[in-house]
């Protein structure tokens, strides 16, 4: 009676495990263009079609989904898009949550649908720049970005190559040229959720700050009247 006890606990578990790694939601931004599967353990290992002898209808059940859905071509499907690999373009979707579903048919009979949720969000807000202008030829030009607390904001002084710093704590960091004799420009190109490689990026327009500097009197020496 244990031993039943416990095998039955042993299969209970690793359905549950298997219920929850692939019940999966995930988060992205609007606009953004994902992939996914099922079946990669399929017998057949080292093919993309998955389970050999099935074919996958793929679609977003939620209204409002207004992006695309790309498939590869299963051999053992009647028709295109019906892989068990698919790439969602979500282009201009909404923001909210949606409802990916994939269906598998294998010869008359069909599987029970496998669904997980999506949830579109809206990339970061732009940051505000301000300034120290005007300053004094030699003294250090300061520019304060103020945004969202870890946000990474992408930058150029003066029309160089991209920067990149990281809003702090604080919700601002400051970016310093020292001992400017010139004037000064930032220009804000994009700001990200956070470093990640695929954070939620927003491109900005618009938000650009000069200082002013100014060149410092030249006196003439002292002469004795």
Known sequence: MKNST?????FLALVLALYTANAQDQTICEGAVKNYTVDTQAPDGASPDGTPGS???WSVSTPGFAGT???GNDADGPGTNDSNQATIDWDTTPIGIYTVEVVETNGTCVGDP???TVEIVAGPTAPTV???SPICS???AVFTITGTPGNVVTYTINGGAPLTTTILGTGEVDVVIVGATANQTIVITSVATDSASDACTTTVTGVTATI???AAPTTSPIIAL
Not at 6 to 10: D, G, H, T, W
């Open 212 to 214: 002013t500097v100014n």
């Open 130 to 132: 301000d300034t120290n």
């Open 6 to 10: 416990l095998k039955l606990f042993s």
């Open 69 to 71: 859905i790309t498939a």
């Open 114 to 116: 496998r669904t997980f």
């Open 55 to 57: 074919w996958y209808t």
């Open 138 to 140: 030699g003294d250090d």
